[in-house]
């Protein structure tokens, strides 16, 4: 999703934007319109706003970050007590892991669940620790290679976006494996003894991929001052080490324009740049994942792209289960209980879904 063709941001409010992440007052103006609080709001930006500015506009979405955060670290923590003695060691990733390391308080990053990853073997451990918790698994589409997260959730509102993979996007595999990163995790300790997040290496390298294959070079403003925050707190043998990791897993192109928007949108000094770091090979080198970064790439080229990506028996496998989802997710999906429609249900569906491979994936 491009956020600022959808939520614009206000030409006045971009310096303020950018003053606000560097943790330096700056003029805002006296009263925001509607549709600059919503653009705010969207792009996660309200709490952090409210901390450098208190804009009054913004002050219930502030108060409801500050109430829920409790609560989450609370829920996460009985989460990872649960499962460590049955010897499963998830990773925190994302917004969770970076409110708690990189922002001054870690209810200044919003979001809507907590994003947690795991060994791929580890899921039927964790799916029933979680149910004996009282969460409940939602139906997934069975898309095993294209959707390898299950989503777990109780109330009072906590979601847990569970991944045996650092993305779903097949392209990216080399990149961010889950042996790897527990080896360089960090200890998170205000969310409990076994709380570990990915080192700030990774965790930038996810932040620089994540907009890109999950969200079509999304310009949401939270990702990017994830990128621009972990940057500044990076040491030079970090980016050194970074911008090896990137080479390793072909993704210089994807990392460098993620840092490179993320620097124009919260005036940022360019520093620390791939030129700097690798060599000229390493720079020209054939990325299979820069088709990524063309906003107006199809579903169909996503497609393409993911199943070049795995090897040949694990395309029929993805190509099998997306025309053919459980009858249980068909079921929800189109909430009927009646055995007799699925047949014309999976006709529509596959119909529909021919349709969509020509649509634009980033709307």
């Not at 169909?300 to 993911?306: E, L, S």
């Amino acid at each position: 999703m491009d956020f600022v063709a959808d939520f614009p941001i206000s030409p006045r409010l971009r310096e303020p934007l950018a003053a606000a992440l560097r943790g330096k007052a700056s003029d805002w103006p006296d009263s925001l319109s509607a549709d600059e609080v919503d653009a705010i709001v969207a792009h996660g930006m309200g709490p952090l706003v409210y901390a450098s500015a208190a804009l009054l506009q913004l002050r219930s979405e502030a108060l409801r970050a500050s109430a829920l955060e409790p609560l989450r670290a609370a829920d996460l923590a009985e989460v990872l007590a649960a499962l460590a003695p049955r010897g499963v060691q998830p990773l925190i990733t994302k917004g969770t892991a970076l409110a708690y390391d990189i922002y001054d308080a870690p209810e200044l990053r919003p979001r809507s669940d907590t994003d947690l990853l795991i060994a791929r073997e580890d899921l039927p451990v964790l799916r029933e620790t979680m149910l004996a918790l009282g969460f409940e698994e939602v139906p997934s589409s069975g898309d095993e290679h294209g959707l390898r997260q299950a989503v777990f959730t109780r109330a009072p509102g906590m979601v847990y976006d569970v991944h045996w993979a650092a993305t779903n996007v097949p392209a990216f595999d080399a990149v961010l494996r889950y042996h790897d990163l527990r080896t360089r995790a960090i200890a998170i300790p205000p969310l409990g003894n076994h709380a570990r997040g990915l080192s700030r290496v990774d965790a930038l390298l996810m932040a620089c991929i994540h907009r890109v294959a999950h969200h079509h070079d999304s310009d949401r403003l939270i990702w990017l001052a994830d990128i621009a925050l972990l940057r500044e707190r990076l040491s030079r043998e970090e980016h050194a080490r970074f911008w090896r990791f990137a080479a390793q897993g072909r993704v210089v192109a994807v990392c460098s324009h993620s840092i490179a928007v993320a620097g124009q949108w919260l005036s940022r000094t360019p520093h620390d740049l791939a030129e700097e770091w690798l060599s000229a090979g390493e720079l020209s080198r054939e990325e299979p994942s820069r088709v990524f970064l063309d906003r107006d790439i199809t579903h169909g080229r996503v497609m393409a792209a993911n199943l070049r990506a795995l090897p040949w028996h694990e395309r029929v496998e993805r190509l099998w289960q997306l025309a053919f989802p459980p009858a249980e997710y068909m079921r929800g999906s189109f909430n009927t209980r009646s055995a007799l429609l699925l047949p014309l249900l999976y006709v529509y569906r596959g119909m529909r879904g021919i349709a969509r491979l020509f649509k634009r994936a980033a709307r």
